[in-house]
C-alpha cells in the first residue's frame, strides 16, 4: 500500500502540524520552503549556529570549491544563472543560499544560536530541549542536521605544545597572517589539496603531512563566459536541461563505477593514473603520490592543479609519520623536525553522527544513543523505529558518495512529505518505520554493498567503526524509484 492509496485523500481536510526543522543548512532551507509550499505555516527551524549556510559557512578555508558542478549543485526549483565558475567558489554558494533563504521568506523562521540538545517523546508530542530548557513542543521533526559538520582533530602527542597558530580546516582563522610564512598541512583529502593549491604561491614553505596517497581525477574549472551566461538567463529550460543531462552522465559513469561496474571504474582509475603519469615526472615522488587501492574507494579528489602545487620549489610532500609537535613544528619518525609558523588540521569530520549530540528519546523510552551504539541503522535513510514523526534529510545510508546531495536531499524530503501528508489527513498520528522492515532494508543494503569499491581494502571517513561502510550500493534510478512513494507496509501507522 503507497501513500496515495486513498482516491479521495486529496479532498480531506487536512490537519495543521507544529513542526521543527533541525538545522538551517542546504536541507533546512529546502525544507522551509517546502513546508510553506505545501501550506504548513506553524514550524521553526533552529540553528545551533548564528548563521544559515552549514557546511558552507563552516568551511571557509582558502581555495574552497564544490567538487560537483554548478549547474548539478543547486535546487531543482532554482536555477542560477550567475555561476562564475564551472565548479563554484565556497563563498558564492554560501551567496546563493542566503539568496534564495531570502527570496523564499525562510530567514524570518530561523532560530539562530538554539542548539536542540534534547527531544523526548512524551504524550504524543515531541518535547524540544536546548539546555536545561524545554522551548517548543511540536509534532514532527525533520532532521535536516547534515552529516559533515563536526571535525575531527588528531590524537597526535605534544598538539597543545605547539608555539604558532594552530586550527582544523573548517575553523579557518582568518585573523592570522598566511603571507611569507611556513605553512603545514595535516591531511591529504580534498580540503588540503584545495588548500595546498591556493596557498603554495602565497607562503615562503608548505609542508603536506600524508598519511595516505589520493586518487586525483582532473578537471579544468573554467569560467563561464558572458555568451553562455546569457544563453542561461535568455533561454526557457537551458538551464534544467543541463541538469538533467548533467544528472544522466554522472549516474551512468560514476554513479555506476562506485557499485560495481568494472569497466566504467577502469576508465576513472586510467584517467587518474594519466593524470599523475603525465604530471609527475620524479619517479621517488611519483611513487609517494601513487595510492595503493582502486579508485573512488575513498572519496575521489577532483583537481587540475595540486600536482603543479606539491612540486613547486617552496612544498614539500612528506610522508613520513608523525612522531609528535612540538613548540617549533612536527617531528617525524625519521627524527627530522619541520619547522613551521602554521599548522592547519584538514583532518576531515566525523561522517557517522548525524543529528548526535542531540539526545533523542523515542516511545517507551527508546534511547537513540542505545539504538546507535555499535552502528546507524534506519529504514531507508529516513524513519527510525519507535521514534514517531521524526523523519531524516541525508540520514544513514544516504547516496552522500554517488550523486548530488541537493538532489538526494530533494527526493528524500518529497517522500517525507507524503508521510506527513498522511498525518495531516488524518490517516495515522504517529508514523515510524517497523523494525522488521528497517532491518530487512538494511539486511539487503549490507549484501549489496559486497559488490561496491568502498569494501575494496582502505580506510575512509565512508565505513563506521565496524568497518561498514554507511553508503547506498544501488543505482540512481533505483534511490528514485525507492524515494517515489513511501510503501505503508513499511510502517507503523498508529492513530
Same mark, same amino acid.
Given at each position: 500500500m503507497n501513500a496515495q492509496a486513498d482516491p479521495g485523500a486529496a479532498n480531506k481536510i487536512k490537519r495543521s502540524p507544529r513542526v521543527a526543522v533541525i538545522g538551517a543548512g542546504m536541507s533546512g532551507i529546502l525544507t522551509a520552503i517546502k513546508l510553506k509550499e505545501a501550506g504548513?505555516? $506553524?514550524?521553526?527551524?533552529?540553528?545551533k549556529a548564528g548563521a544559515l549556510g552549514g557546511t558552507w559557512r563552516d568551511n571557509t578555508y582558502p581555495g574552497l570549491c564544490c567538487d560537483v558542478p554548478s549547474h548539478m549543485y543547486r535546487y531543482s526549483f532554482e536555477p542560477n544563472a550567475e555561476w562564475s565558475h564551472r565548479f563554484s567558489p565556497g563563498a558564492e554558494i554560501r551567496a546563493y543560499f542566503d539568496g534564495v533563504a531570502k527570496k523564499y521568506d525562510v530567514e524570518r523562521r530561523l532560530r539562530f544560536n538554539t542548539e536542540i540538545t534534547r527531544a523526548r517523546r512524551r504524550d504524543g508530542n515531541w518535547h524540544l530541549e536546548c539546555g536545561d530548557e524545554t522551548i517548543d513542543v511540536v509534532d514532527i521533526i525533520i532532521s535536516a542536521a547534515g552529516v559533515l559538520h563536526h571535525p575531527v582533530y588528531p590524537d597526535i602527542e605534544g598538539l597543545d605544545d605547539f608555539a604558532g597558530e594552530v586550527f582544523h580546516s573548517a575553523r579557518w582563522d582568518h585573523d592570522v597572517p598566511l603571507e611569507n610564512r611556513r605553512i603545514g598541512i595535516i591531511g591529504t583529502g580534498s580540503t588540503a589539496v584545495q588548500i595546498t593549491a591556493d596557498l603554495v604561491d602565497k607562503v615562503s614553505h608548505l609542508s603536506l603531512f600524508q598519511r595516505t596517497a589520493q586518487w586525483i581525477f582532473p578537471q579544468e574549472?573554467?569560467?563561464? @563566459? !558572458?555568451?553562455?551566461?546569457?544563453?542561461?538567463?535568455?533561454? *526557457?529550460?537551458?538551464? $534544467?536541461?543541463?541538469?538533467?543531462s548533467m544528472t544522466r552522465l554522472f549516474a551512468d559513469t560514476f554513479g555506476e563505477a562506485v557499485i560495481g561496474d568494472e569497466e566504467q571504474m577502469a576508465r576513472i582509475e586510467?584517467?587518474?593514473?594519466?593524470?599523475? $603519469?603525465?604530471?609527475?615526472? $620524479?619517479? /621517488?615522488l611519483k611513487a609517494r603520490l601513487t595510492p595503493d587501492y582502486k579508485a573512488a574507494c575513498k572519496r575521489l579528489i577532483v583537481s587540475d592543479s595540486f600536482y603543479e602545487a606539491i612540486q613547486k620549489p617552496n612544498a614539500e610532500l612528506i610522508t613520513d609519520p608523525i612522531a609528535?609537535?612540538?613548540?617549533?613544528?612536527v617531528r617525524t619518525t625519521d627524527g627530522r623536525l619541520h619547522e613551521m609558523d602554521v599548522l592547519v588540521?584538514?583532518?576531515?569530520?566525523?561522517?557517522? @553522527?548525524?543529528?548526535?549530540?542531540?539526545?533523542l528519546t523515542g516511545n517507551?523510552?527508546? !534511547?537513540?544513543?542505545?539504538?546507535?551504539? /555499535?552502528?546507524? *541503522?534506519?529504514h531507508r535513510s529516513v524513519s527510525l523505529p519507535g521514534f514517531p514523526n521524526f523523519f531524516m534529510l541525508v540520514g544513514p545510508n544516504s547516496p552522500i558518495g554517488n550523486f548530488s546531495l541537493i538532489d538526494i536531499s530533494e527526493k528524500q524530503l518529497a517522500y517525507i512529505m507524503q508521510l506527513i501528508d498522511l498525518w495531516r489527513r488524518g490517516g495515522a498520528d504517529e508514523i515510524s518505520a517497523k523494525q522488521d522492515a528497517m532491518e530487512a532494508f538494511n539486511g539487503t543494503l549490507k549484501a549489496a554493498m559486497k559488490g561496491t569499491v568502498w569494501v575494496t581494502g582502505c580506510q575512509s571517513w565512508y565505513l563506521d567503526k565496524n568497518g561498514n *561502510?554507511?553508503?547506498? *550500493?544501488? @543505482?540512481?534510478?533505483?534511490?528514485?524509484?525507492?524515494m517515489s512513494t513511501p510503501n505503508l507496509d513499511e510502517y507503523d501507522l498508529v492513530s
Amino acid at each position: 500500500m503507497n501513500a496515495q492509496a486513498d482516491p479521495g485523500a486529496a479532498n480531506k481536510i487536512k490537519r495543521s502540524p507544529r513542526v521543527a526543522v533541525i538545522g538551517a543548512g542546504m536541507s533546512g532551507i529546502l525544507t522551509a520552503i517546502k513546508l510553506k509550499e505545501a501550506g504548513i505555516a $506553524d514550524f521553526t527551524v533552529y540553528e545551533k549556529a548564528g548563521a544559515l549556510g552549514g557546511t558552507w559557512r563552516d568551511n571557509t578555508y582558502p581555495g574552497l570549491c564544490c567538487d560537483v558542478p554548478s549547474h548539478m549543485y543547486r535546487y531543482s526549483f532554482e536555477p542560477n544563472a550567475e555561476w562564475s565558475h564551472r565548479f563554484s567558489p565556497g563563498a558564492e554558494i554560501r551567496a546563493y543560499f542566503d539568496g534564495v533563504a531570502k527570496k523564499y521568506d525562510v530567514e524570518r523562521r530561523l532560530r539562530f544560536n538554539t542548539e536542540i540538545t534534547r527531544a523526548r517523546r512524551r504524550d504524543g508530542n515531541w518535547h524540544l530541549e536546548c539546555g536545561d530548557e524545554t522551548i517548543d513542543v511540536v509534532d514532527i521533526i525533520i532532521s535536516a542536521a547534515g552529516v559533515l559538520h563536526h571535525p575531527v582533530y588528531p590524537d597526535i602527542e605534544g598538539l597543545d605544545d605547539f608555539a604558532g597558530e594552530v586550527f582544523h580546516s573548517a575553523r579557518w582563522d582568518h585573523d592570522v597572517p598566511l603571507e611569507n610564512r611556513r605553512i603545514g598541512i595535516i591531511g591529504t583529502g580534498s580540503t588540503a589539496v584545495q588548500i595546498t593549491a591556493d596557498l603554495v604561491d602565497k607562503v615562503s614553505h608548505l609542508s603536506l603531512f600524508q598519511r595516505t596517497a589520493q586518487w586525483i581525477f582532473p578537471q579544468e574549472n573554467p569560467a563561464f @563566459s !558572458e555568451q553562455e551566461k546569457d544563453v542561461f538567463r535568455n533561454v *526557457p529550460g537551458a538551464m $534544467d536541461d543541463l541538469l538533467a543531462s548533467m544528472t544522466r552522465l554522472f549516474a551512468d559513469t560514476f554513479g555506476e563505477a562506485v557499485i560495481g561496474d568494472e569497466e566504467q571504474m577502469a576508465r576513472i582509475e586510467e584517467t587518474c593514473r594519466a593524470n599523475l $603519469d603525465d604530471n609527475v615526472h $620524479d619517479a /621517488e615522488l611519483k611513487a609517494r603520490l601513487t595510492p595503493d587501492y582502486k579508485a573512488a574507494c575513498k572519496r575521489l579528489i577532483v583537481s587540475d592543479s595540486f600536482y603543479e602545487a606539491i612540486q613547486k620549489p617552496n612544498a614539500e610532500l612528506i610522508t613520513d609519520p608523525i612522531a609528535r609537535v612540538e613548540a617549533g613544528g612536527v617531528r617525524t619518525t625519521d627524527g627530522r623536525l619541520h619547522e613551521m609558523d602554521v599548522l592547519v588540521l584538514a583532518t576531515g569530520f566525523d561522517g557517522h @553522527s548525524f543529528m548526535r549530540p542531540m539526545d533523542l528519546t523515542g516511545n517507551d523510552g527508546r !534511547e537513540l544513543q542505545d539504538e546507535w551504539a /555499535e552502528a546507524t *541503522p534506519a529504514h531507508r535513510s529516513v524513519s527510525l523505529p519507535g521514534f514517531p514523526n521524526f523523519f531524516m534529510l541525508v540520514g544513514p545510508n544516504s547516496p552522500i558518495g554517488n550523486f548530488s546531495l541537493i538532489d538526494i536531499s530533494e527526493k528524500q524530503l518529497a517522500y517525507i512529505m507524503q508521510l506527513i501528508d498522511l498525518w495531516r489527513r488524518g490517516g495515522a498520528d504517529e508514523i515510524s518505520a517497523k523494525q522488521d522492515a528497517m532491518e530487512a532494508f538494511n539486511g539487503t543494503l549490507k549484501a549489496a554493498m559486497k559488490g561496491t569499491v568502498w569494501v575494496t581494502g582502505c580506510q575512509s571517513w565512508y565505513l563506521d567503526k565496524n568497518g561498514n *561502510p554507511a553508503m547506498w *550500493p544501488f @543505482s540512481y534510478d533505483k534511490f528514485c524509484n525507492d524515494m517515489s512513494t513511501p510503501n505503508l507496509d513499511e510502517y507503523d501507522l498508529v492513530s
